[in-house]
């Protein structure tokens, strides 16, 4: 979008994809009274909203307890944006590569914004990693090693870095300030490397994708057993997902 144009507010759509945000952040169906109280909607407002979502598919509402979910009908859509998108494609044979040779689960997200990381590929290490993750999973922009990389190079004001980051909650986390330090690190190595603060057990290795302006669009994650990806064998990882990760920014640019 050029960099002039104004963008009119429309109320109706504004509020429409804030019941679906909200409903998406929610593990359970939410009442027509807390959906109108948590978006601060006059409730007749907020049914009307509902009701043309549920007509759409959008959104699901349970006949007995008239609580609203996400509906069948994102499904095609959310489909749609991942087979019409280049990258889901071109970053899978690094994944399968680099799963093949270093036995961890590799994983490609988007970085939207500062909020979530949304999962739009990946492959599975050939020794097992337990992990709850499918193509579609959102996980907080901020977390680990991957999250190291967004804060390094997302371009945004570190006080809503900060704000995001003191909202987090890890197994074992870093003070803001060893983890700012290691923000640090993260920009001027171009990788990062977690051992069991998000995850006790885990290495995580992350890299980020960066566009023509040199801020993040998406990231390659690596998970493995911390005792098989030694401090040695990690840092290879690293270095071959940094380079991986150049070469598909290059790609990915040439293809926009």
């Not at 060893?178 to 995850?199: A, C, M, P, Q, S």
Request: aromatic residues 4%.
């Amino acid at each position: 979008m050029a960099k002039n144009v104004r963008v009119r507010p429309v109320p109706a759509v504004t509020r429409a994809v804030a019941v679906l945000r909200l409903l998406a952040r929610s593990r359970v169906p939410l009442t027509l009274k807390v959906i109108a109280e948590s978006l601060e909607l006059v409730p007749s407002t907020a049914l009307h909203i509902l009701r043309a979502l549920v007509a759409e598919k959008l959104l699901q509402v349970e006949e007995h307890t008239k609580r609203y979910r996400l509906g069948v009908g994102l499904l095609p859509l959310a489909r749609a944006v991942l087979e019409h998108s280049d990258f889901p494609k071109m970053v899978r044979p690094i994944l399968e590569d680099l799963s093949t040779r270093y036995s961890v689960t590799a994983v490609a997200a988007e970085v939207p914004d500062l909020d979530h990381m949304i999962v739009v590929s990946l492959t599975t290490a050939p020794v097992q990693v337990r992990l709850h993750v499918d193509v579609g999973s959102r996980f907080p922009a901020l977390i680990s090693a991957t999250g190291r990389c967004v804060a390094a190079f997302s371009k945004q004001p570190w006080s809503e870095i900060e704000k995001r980051f003191r909202a987090m909650r890890w197994q074992n986390g870093p003070s803001y300030t060893v983890w700012r330090k290691e923000v640090e690190l993260t920009r001027r190595h171009g990788f990062n490397i977690d051992r069991r603060n998000y995850i006790a057990g885990l290495t995580i290795a992350a890299v980020p994708v960066l566009d023509s302006r040199g801020a993040i669009t998406h990231a390659i994650s690596a998970v493995g057993i911390s005792s098989q990806l030694g401090r040695a064998r990690a840092l290879a990882l690293a270095r071959d997902m940094r380079a991986a990760a150049g070469a598909l920014a290059a790609q990915t640019v040439a293809h926009a």
